[in-house]
């Protein structure tokens, strides 16, 4: 059986207040109106996509925004919810009734699930490789990470967590948890030996946590396994070499310290961005046309009485200092970026950044400019 093509993954690093999702959410509809099928997953759990977008309650399980037609894509979105997500994982195991009831209640899955919206970068992984699971017909998957540099664990932890989870003592429980039906005398023999062993330890121990702990795993163990297989599916994807990193700055200075020490952790990670992303400069023409444009806007209206000229008001030439200053960072911050490697430039614009909510043309518009400077 031949493997499925894995859709491009793209995936946006940046600090808070950056546009980081913004962006995510425009570059995704340019390529839904440029006929790609796309999936955008926010793994933030500030759920800003929601509002990026625009478009009422986005559900952990898939949004459809874009329905595909015979001149665009579609595009589904999803913000990460990772209570959620196990639910839907246990539910997919299709336990009886009475183990369902008996795992939701269970006192450790409790404690696992009150924990469990804590392990974004541990699951974020999962969801993304269920993905392909539930659309298979992608061809592009955006991921709008969580801001600041832990974000950057979702790009090693299947590797991390494969480790921990690939070992000996879950190969036996694998074994030990397979389906009775299939198992010969010999096997159900050493399985109730197993079961045995493990009730007398838990009562050895004055409490039953050993127990308790075991009751869990065989009750997970259909889901624990599904996860496996998804973050070795994960895995393979974030390596693939077809994988987009954009790192997603501001003009501040906070901004692009938090990108060189992104840059700085992918590197030590064996990976590089694929472009830097500076968003919201000054738009070059500005930067052009400003000393003449100001030159030629200046006052010189003489006074009645003496003859002289007066001064320009104070007001413009606090907004020549603003400018100026800016355009100085500005320069500065790209000098910085360039070390990193590609750096991309997105000017500010006024029909995005004076609307209170945005629609899919504005972010269509913003997305097709992020796509016409990105390399290839």
Same mark, same amino acid.
């Given at each position: 059986?031949?493997?499925?093509?894995?859709?491009?993954?793209?995936?946006?690093?940046? +600090?808070?207040?950056?546009?980081?999702?913004?962006?995510?959410?425009?570059?995704?509809?340019?390529?839904?109106?440029?006929?790609?099928?796309?999936?955008?997953?926010?793994?933030?759990?500030?759920?800003?996509?929601?509002?990026?977008?625009?478009?009422? +309650?986005?559900?952990?399980?898939?949004?459809?925004?874009?329905?595909?037609?015979?001149?665009?894509?579609?595009?589904?979105?999803?913000?990460?919810?990772?209570?959620?997500?196990?639910?839907?994982?246990?539910?997919?195991?299709?336990?009886?009734?009475?183990?369902?009831?008996?795992?939701?209640?269970? /006192?450790?899955?409790?404690?696992?699930?009150?924990?469990?919206?804590?392990?974004?970068?541990?699951?974020?992984?999962?969801?993304?490789?269920?993905?392909?699971?539930?659309?298979?017909?992608?061809?592009?998957?955006?991921?709008?990470?969580?801001?600041?540099?832990?974000?950057?664990?979702?790009?090693?932890?299947?590797?991390?967590?494969?480790?921990?989870?690939?070992?000996?003592?879950?190969?036996?429980?694998?074994?030990?948890?397979?389906?009775?039906?299939?198992?010969?005398?010999?096997?159900?023999?050493?399985?109730? $030996?197993?079961?045995?062993?493990?009730?007398?330890? *838990?009562?050895?121990? $004055?409490?039953?946590?050993?127990?308790?702990?075991?009751?869990?795993?065989?009750?997970?163990?259909?889901?624990?396994?599904?996860?496996?297989?998804?973050?070795?599916?994960?895995?393979?994807?974030?390596?693939?070499?077809?994988?987009?990193?954009?790192?997603?700055? +501001?003009?501040?200075?906070?901004?692009?310290?938090?990108?060189?020490?992104?840059?700085?952790?992918?590197?030590?990670?064996?990976?590089?961005?694929?472009?830097?992303?500076?968003?919201?400069?000054? @738009? /070059?023409?500005?930067?052009?046309?400003? /000393?003449?444009?100001?030159? +030629?806007?200046?006052? =010189?209206?003489?006074? @009645?009485? =003496? *003859?002289?000229?007066?001064?320009?008001?104070?007001?413009?030439?606090?907004?020549?200092?603003?400018?100026?200053?800016?355009?100085?960072?500005?320069?500065?911050?790209?000098?910085?970026?360039?070390?990193?490697?590609?750096?991309?430039?997105? /000017?500010?614009?006024?029909?995005?950044?004076?609307?209170?909510?945005?629609?899919?043309?504005?972010?269509?518009?913003?997305?097709?400019?992020?796509?016409?400077?990105?390399?290839?």
């Amino acid at each position: 059986m031949l493997e499925r093509k894995r859709p491009r993954l793209h995936v946006f690093f940046g +600090a808070g207040g950056v546009g980081k999702t913004t962006l995510s959410a425009g570059y995704a509809i340019h390529l839904a109106q440029s006929g790609r099928n796309v999936g955008l997953l926010s793994i933030d759990p500030a759920r800003r996509l929601q509002s990026a977008l625009g478009a009422g +309650a986005i559900q952990e399980s898939g949004t459809q925004i874009m329905e595909r037609t015979p001149t665009q894509g579609s595009l589904h979105a999803a913000m990460l919810n990772l209570e959620d997500s196990l639910q839907r994982w246990i539910a997919e195991a299709h336990l009886s009734a009475a183990n369902s009831e008996q795992l939701l209640n269970h /006192p450790f899955y409790k404690a696992v699930a009150q924990k469990i919206a804590t392990a974004i970068e541990t699951l974020a992984p999962v969801r993304m490789a269920e993905w392909l699971e539930m659309y298979p017909d992608t061809d592009d998957l955006i991921i709008d990470t969580a801001p600041g540099l832990h974000a950057v664990d979702f790009i090693d932890r299947p590797e991390r967590m494969l480790a921990f989870l690939d070992s000996k003592i879950l190969e036996w429980l694998k074994w030990f948890a397979g389906d009775a039906q299939e198992a010969n005398f010999f096997q159900k023999t050493i399985r109730g $030996g197993a079961q045995m062993i493990l009730k007398g330890l *838990g009562k050895a121990g $004055g409490e039953g946590i050993l127990l308790g702990l075991a009751e869990l795993l065989l009750m997970l163990d259909q889901v624990l396994f599904r996860i496996m297989d998804r973050l070795a599916a994960a895995r393979l994807w974030l390596q693939d070499p077809q994988t987009r990193i954009y790192l997603v700055c +501001a003009v501040r200075d906070d901004s692009v310290a938090v990108v060189e020490s992104l840059a700085s952790i992918l590197q030590a990670k064996g990976m590089q961005a694929h472009a830097t992303v500076l968003n919201r400069t000054i @738009p /070059p023409e500005l930067i052009t046309e400003f /000393p003449r444009q100001f030159s +030629a806007n200046k006052s =010189t209206t003489a006074l @009645p009485s =003496t *003859g002289s000229v007066s001064t320009p008001p104070r007001a413009q030439d606090l907004l020549q200092d603003y400018i100026t200053a800016m355009i100085a960072m500005q320069s500065e911050l790209e000098a910085r970026l360039q070390n990193k490697g590609r750096v991309v430039l997105l /000017p500010v614009l006024s029909d995005l950044e004076d609307k209170s909510e945005l629609r899919l043309t504005d972010l269509a518009s913003l997305g097709s400019i992020l796509a016409r400077q990105l390399p290839c």
